[in-house]
């Protein structure tokens, strides 16, 4: 049963240098008709399940003026949500005043996503994005006045950023006191302005570094380090995002959207064109349990507490010992084990990729 829907809003005022999400330039005739197409997509897919979680992301959704703003929560007022429902938000901190909080907390959204990355103005010309410290501040503060579950993302490992720079902007992260803060080190994507610059990756040594420095300081500060990325006040883990990393099912509606229903797992079409002419699906995979079972991995070692053995079993019918052959790794300290959970150590979250991907080349077929 589906618990959980992902919707993808497609439009950004301004580019980042960085970004390769799906996305487009702001037009509101172009908006207004994407709203539209959305609607049917949903109308002709949602099952009328009572979902736990609704997710709202971008590009950047509060960009949308307060007409679309409207049109688009009158399309998302079909999705119907239990008593303890999360619905997420995300938002551009200059896009931030008291009526568009009221407005988001009139239908129904209880948890905003503010996309910080860092408050450093010096990284405003390479990521090509505005950076106002104050007014940062200010209004993630109006923010805490309407809401009372709130996620920020810092951005690290910036073109020529130290460890004491990090340190610095940490802090004024964790001076806001919310509820999460999800980090994302920079990848230099393809097509992007970033990568024509030829900016280059800061080296390993030092991304570890600042990698085990969030740790270090957010964990200094009551915060949960509960996924490789993500840190949470107890209690306040993204449900949302859990539903990824438990490999369950979810609707992904929208451009660039992806989702996993009946065992398939699509993603829609990045083309705001061919989304506007309906053409919906890119790709659609039906997985088989071998595939399952690994992604069940993939995703479920991204969670600090691992994989437990025991709902595996109960999930797949199969005991987790003989599906992988993971004693090597046991004995390498690459994983470990307490009471039935398998997973990663902390000194080695840094190298997770490898260790997962070792741990899936022990697949016995
Ligand atoms: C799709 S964005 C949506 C947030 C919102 N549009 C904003 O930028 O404020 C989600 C997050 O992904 C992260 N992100 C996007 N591109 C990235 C990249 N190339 N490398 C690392 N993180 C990236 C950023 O932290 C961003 O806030
Ligand atoms: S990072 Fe966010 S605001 Fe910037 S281009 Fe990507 S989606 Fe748009």
Aim: proline residues 1%.
């Amino acid at each position: 049963m589906i618990k959980a829907c992902y919707v993808h809003v497609p439009f950004c005022k301004n580019i980042c240098s960085y970004c390769d999400f799906c996305k487009n330039y702001y037009n509101e005739k172009i908006v207004d008709d994407y709203l539209d197409v959305l609607e049917k997509e949903v109308k002709n897919n949602y099952k009328n399940e009572v979902l736990n979680t609704l997710y709202v992301g971008g590009g950047t959704p509060s960009a949308l003026s307060c007409k679309a703003l409207n049109k688009l929560f009158k399309v998302l007022s079909v999705f119907k949500l239990n008593d303890d429902y999360e619905f997420t938000f995300e938002c551009n901190y200059q896009d931030i005043n008291e009526d568009l909080l009221k407005l988001l907390k009139e239908n129904r959204i209880n948890r905003l996503s503010v996309g910080i990355q860092t408050f450093n103005n010096k990284y405003m010309n390479v990521l090509n994005r505005n950076i106002d410290k104050e007014k940062m501040m200010a209004n993630v503060k109006l923010v805490k006045k309407y809401f009372d579950n709130i996620n920020l993302d810092l951005m690290y490992a910036l073109p020529g950023e130290t460890l004491e720079s990090l340190v610095k902007d940490i802090e004024l992260f964790v001076s806001l006191n919310v509820e999460h803060i999800s980090t994302y080190a920079l990848i230099i994507e393809d097509h992007t302005r970033l990568k024509m610059l030829n900016v280059n990756d800061i080296d390993d040594d030092l991304q570890a570094k600042m990698y085990y420095k969030i740790i270090e300081i957010l964990k200094g500060h009551g915060y949960e380090h509960y996924e490789i990325s993500n840190f949470c006040k107890i209690g306040y883990e993204s449900k949302h995002n859990l539903t990824y990393w438990n490999n369950d099912e979810y609707y992904g509606f929208g451009a660039g959207a992806s989702g996993f229903v009946n065992g398939v797992r699509y993603d829609n079409t990045k083309s705001i064109f061919n989304y506007l002419n309906e053409r919906f699906k890119v790709e659609e995979e039906l997985v088989n349990e071998e595939c399952l079972i690994k992604d069940e991995v993939m995703l479920g070692l991204r969670k600090i507490k691992g994989i437990s053995k025991e709902s595996f079993k109960f999930k797949y019918h199969k005991q987790f010992e003989r599906v992988f052959d993971y004693k090597e790794l046991l004995k390498l300290g690459l994983l470990k084990e307490f009471n039935d959970m398998v997973f990663i150590p902390e000194s080695k979250l840094f190298v997770s990729n490898e260790i997962i991907i070792k741990l899936l080349d022990t697949y016995i077929a």
